[in-house]
């Protein structure tokens, strides 16, 4: 018997042992947040962190009447031991007082781990100051699925905006995948006086300011607009937007100053509750309404056969310049397109997918977006007629749902009669004839253009040139030659002494050639595959610049090295486009980002990175 108790404490400390290896192994959750007591509308980020899991999905959050949340970024940590993965949110309290963190369900390999089921956040509500106001105005009827409409937003305030030292707004639609957000054209000009840089939702948008009278009371005023286009038919309840400031009471020679500068692109910071000189200051909160839409179904009724979705009474009109032509010549089609209320959303239909078309006219591959005038948008495309028996280009057609009459209807131009004549010229070079039908004078692209036209033109003479011209260009040629190898020489030569400043040369040269790439990538419609080239050509500036590693930096590097270096504003601005380039690569749920707000978003990276640039 006593030789069997050391067997069975083996036994017992050996399974102890494996049980405590096991558990070292298994996925483990962590979830942080910078303090559990907030303000109404007062936003933070919500981090899940996963340890010891190399995939690793979250259940989606929604938000509630409580409590407003967004997906910020999923991030891959494998230097960490274990690795480990952390899944961010942005929430905003809607509500003061007490409220109850959601469980969220965490996919951990084959484990499923939950997030804490008692996890509290105490919520104050901010002070409300008389007459300060958040208007949202959306149309007072029901809408139909892809019919676009004007979201307009005002702030309005009785203080002086020189007091708000830091604002947070937060505006849900913009984040909303029921809903595709278009910019407005022309809302307002950078160089316009009245603009001023506002922080909307974790981005920058241009608002206009103006100083108003509204009832005897003097009011300071930022708005600005969207435009909203419905996927889905349906209720659809949207969230307030809400406002939250730090207020600084200027001094009172300073609350009506005349010739306010609004400073665009920027006027409020972001230090937001961090004290500013040790100065008391209020905070103040104000939301919009609530309010909901009624989206309604398209009819099935008389829906054409090529209907792509636009709504929205329309007209079209097409011009063909020339209209006598040879077979493979050119023509340039204007086409305008009038009477729409947002020529924003007017979307072309592609030519080269339509058989009136293709079956007679050869049409690139490229096209340019539209040109928008007041109502009118204008778009040009290139037609080359294949042959002679081209007699017309045939009625470019545009369906749509009308609203007000509640029917379809299709904007269709008038054919336009053209002559084809003969080619001018060919060579046995640019012809291929194949089968027993006879020629029909059908011209067929050639992929080495028109070099075979090309003659060669030989001058008598050495290149035509006197004696006295040839001593000229021999006396001239070796200190010509060796100045050109030289300074052909000068990168190489300084690659090969100083490798580093070589690259930082060369950095700015670089980023504006990938951005070029990735400006004449940029498509018309949704597309989030574009973002992560636009993140390589601005990390790649920064590892070139900084002389770090493309792929491998994060955001406090470069901090760390920028920090004293730029303006404390930049260098906050510079995070937000990291996250912003990141998004797609820990998000596929994440809605794509506009065509609009896209070529926003290149324009802000270019001008980023050149203020940058120019600082270090």
């Known amino acids: 018997m006593y030789q069997r108790i050391p067997r069975v404490w083996a036994i017992l400390l050996t399974g102890l042992i494996c049980s405590q290896v096991l558990l070292a192994q298994s996925p483990k959750i962590h979830v942080g947040k910078s303090t559990k007591s907030f303000f109404v509308g007062e936003s933070f980020t919500y981090e899940i962190l996963v340890s010891g899991a190399k995939k690793v999905e979250v259940s989606e959050p929604e938000s509630n009447d409580e409590l407003s949340i967004r997906f910020l970024e999923k991030v891959e940590m494998p230097q960490t031991n274990p690795p480990s993965v952390a899944v961010r949110y942005r929430m905003i309290p809607m509500i003061p007082g007490t409220i109850m963190m959601p469980v969220l369900e965490v996919q951990a390999d084959e484990e499923v781990l939950l997030t804490e089921e008692e996890d509290m956040i105490d919520v104050a509500k901010p002070e409300v100051y008389p007459g300060l106001r958040?208007?949202?105005?959306?149309?007072?009827?029901?809408?139909?699925?892809?019919?676009?409409?004007?979201v307009n937003y005002v702030w309005k305030s009785p203080?002086?905006?020189?007091?708000?030292?830091?604002?947070?707004?937060q505006i849900p639609l913009f984040y909303d995948h029921?809903?595709?957000?278009?910019?407005?054209?022309?809302?307002?000009?950078?160089?316009?006086?009245?603009?001023i840089g506002f922080p909307v939702s974790n981005t920058r948008l241009i608002a206009r300011y103006e100083a108003i009278q509204e009832a005897g009371v003097h009011l300071n005023t930022v708005s600005f607009a969207k435009i909203a286009i419905p996927k889905r038919e349906g209720e659809i309840s949207l969230q307030p937007a809400t406002l939250l400031g730090s207020y600084i009471a200027p001094p009172e020679n300073q609350k009506r100053v005349r010739g306010w500068q609004t400073n665009y692109p920027s006027y409020f910071n972001n230090n937001f509750f961090e004290s500013i000189d040790h100065e008391s200051f209020a905070k103040y909160y104000v939301s919009s309404p609530r309010q909901t839409l009624r989206v309604l179904p398209l009819p099935l009724a008389g829906k054409p056969d090529d209907f792509a979705g636009q709504v929205g009474n329309r007209s079209v009109t097409v011009e063909a310049s020339p209209k006598v032509v040879s077979a493979g010549d050119p023509i340039t089609l204007t086409i305008v397109v009038e009477g729409c209320p947002y020529p924003e959303v007017v979307e072309l239909p592609s030519l080269s997918e339509q058989l009136a078309f293709t079956r007679q006219f050869t049409i690139p591959p490229k096209q340019s977006r539209g040109k928008i005038e007041g109502q009118s948008i204008t778009f040009v495309r290139?037609?080359?007629?294949?042959?002679?028996?081209?007699?017309?280009?045939?009625?470019?057609?545009?369906?749509?749902?009308?609203?007000?009459s509640k029917q379809y209807g299709v904007a269709a131009?008038?054919?336009?009669?053209?002559?084809?004549?003969?080619?001018?010229?060919?060579?046995?070079?640019?012809?291929?004839?194949?089968?027993?039908?006879?020629?029909?004078?059908?011209v067929i692209a050639n992929n080495e253009g028109i070099q075979a036209n090309f003659q060669s033109l030989t001058p008598d003479g050495l290149f035509g040139l006197s004696r006295f011209q040839c001593l000229l260009v021999f006396s001239l040629m070796p200190p010509l030659v060796f100045a050109a190898i030289y300074l052909a020489s000068r990168s190489y030569r300084l690659r090969l002494n100083d490798p580093v400043r070589a690259r930082s040369a060369s950095a700015m040269r670089r980023f504006r050639r990938n951005l070029a790439r990735v400006s004449a990538a940029a498509p018309n419609d949704q597309d989030h595959r574009l973002l992560l080239p636009l993140n390589q050509a601005m990390r790649g500036y920064f590892a070139d610049q900084l002389n770090l590693v493309e792929q491998a930096h994060t955001f406090s590097d470069l901090e760390k090295r920028l920090g004293g270096r730029i303006d404390p504003e930049l260098l906050e601005q510079l995070k937000e486009l990291y996250t912003k380039c990141q998004e797609p690569q820990f998000c596929e749920k994440a809605p794509p980002p506009t065509s609009d707000d896209l070529r926003s978003l290149i324009r802000t990276v270019q001008t980023t990175i050149t203020r940058i640039d120019q600082s270090i």
């Open 134 to 150: 958040l208007e949202r105005e959306l149309p007072q009827r029901d809408l139909y699925v892809g019919e676009p409409f004007q």
């Open 159 to 169: 203080l002086p905006l020189s007091g708000f030292r830091a604002i947070q707004l």
């Open 178 to 195: 029921r809903f595709s957000i278009r910019s407005p054209h022309h809302w307002i000009d950078g160089d316009d006086k009245a603009a």
């Open 382 to 404: 290139t037609l080359r007629p294949k042959g002679q028996d081209v007699t017309a280009i045939p009625a470019i057609r545009l369906p749509y749902f009308d609203p007000a």
């Open 413 to 442: 131009s008038d054919p336009i009669p053209i002559t084809v004549k003969a080619s001018e010229m060919a060579t046995a070079f640019d012809a291929q004839l194949s089968g027993s039908d006879s020629l029909r004078n059908q």
